[in-house]
């Protein structure tokens, strides 16, 4: 599979010529609703789909209090979630207090299979028309119950 990109005119605000370049940006479908993640599993691993909702929410519920207790959490091939802070440097130690935390985020770090996928992922330039974009924001299979998918097992 490759995927698309199209190029951008950009301003960067780092000088005060306000310089123009030209970025590549990648061109992403719409969102997959948690509802067809869930049947897609289903028919994947054959479990019932209420199964695998309870098994998500279970998951999740493991990650979150992992997380809150500072722990990394290791998700096999998929990755690692990690809890980090960004803060201001300070000139005194005690000035690097919880006051200069200004975000509190989760790093994610990708396994074996997602580096795999990203490493072997090919790119294809492409132009974006507005009818074309403004289909883009649709949710993927909407109008058909979500039996359009790609099974990654073949």
């Known amino acids: ?14 000088d005060e010529t306000k310089t123009e370049k030209y970025v590549a940006k990648a ?5 997959l609703p948690f509802k067809k ?9 054959g479990a019932h789909r209420g199964t695998v909702v309870l098994v998500i929410g279970g998951l999740l519920d493991v990650m979150v209090n992992n997380l809150d ?7 096999g091939e998929f990755g690692i979630l990690r809890p980090g802070l960004r803060a201001k440097a300070q ?16 790093n994610f770090v990708p396994g074996k299979m997602l580096k795999d996928f990203l490493e072997d ?4 330039r492409t132009t974006v028309t507005a009818s074309k974009s403004n289909s883009s924001n649709q949710d993927p299979g909407s109008d058909d119950g979500g039996e359009d998918w790609v099974d990654p097992t073949t």
Request: charged share 15%; with cysteine; glycine share 8%.
């Open 27 to 31: 061109v992403t479908g719409g969102m």
């Open 91 to 106: 000139d005194t130690e005690e000035a690097a207090n919880a006051q200069s935390i200004y975000r509190k985020k989760i």
């Open 121 to 124: 992922l090919s790119v294809t």
């Open 1 to 14: 599979m490759s995927m698309p990109y199209k190029v951008i005119k950009q301003s960067f605000g780092f």
């Open 37 to 45: 993640v869930c049947n897609q599993v289903s028919q994947i691993c």
């Open 69 to 75: 207790m500072g722990h990394s959490v290791q998700l």
